[in-house]
């Protein structure tokens, strides 16, 4: 551990570390033991806190949240599609953004990148289009419609609290 991180050797450290394994001592039996009594221990520990979270009753989202959830969810996904879908050149934007061409040359699942080579943004596949926002961890398709959907409950509250 370094700074409370866990470090995991990787590359040229990794072949330098075992590169002369055989020249390291064998543990103790005591080690092994003490590891081994620590590993049971937490694992008991895991299983109680996963015992207790069960004893707990579960709870559930008041309704009005819900349909909140639901509002904002549609308002939301109207101002993404208003802005993605009537624009025409961006699938095309999207391929010189993304590495989503590299996805789909990949044998990625058992489809294909691309239900028509020529379609607009319906034809893109699920895998390359997420791979190609997460890549470039730009997450269009996540954030896109927030605003719009977070200043409509602003709104609201503004109104209601009046």
């Known amino acids: 551990m370094v700074n409370g991180a866990f ?58 949240w819900r349909a909140l959830m639901d509002e904002l969810a549609d308002i939301a996904t109207n101002e993404y599609r208003s802005i993605v879908f009537p624009e025409l050149r961006f ?12 996805y789909g040359r990949m044998n990625i699942g058992r489809r294909p990148s691309k239900r028509k080579p020529s379609g607009g943004i319906e034809s893109l596949r699920a895998i390359p289009w997420i791979f190609s926002w997460t890549q470039t961890r730009f997450h269009l398709p996540i954030w896109l419609g927030f605003g719009a959907a977070f200043k409509h409950a602003i709104e609201r509250t503004q109104r209601t609290s009046r």
């Open 7 to 64: 470090f995991v050797p990787s590359g040229d450290e990794l072949s330098a570390i075992y590169a002369k394994a055989s020249s390291y001592e064998p543990k103790s039996a005591a080690l092994v033991t003490q590891l081994t009594k620590y590993a049971m221990l937490e694992s008991l520990m895991d299983q109680a806190a996963t015992l207790e979270h069960g004893m707990h009753p579960s709870i559930f989202p008041k309704p009005e």
């Open 91 to 102: 699938v095309e934007n999207f391929r010189v953004a993304t590495p989503e061409l590299e």
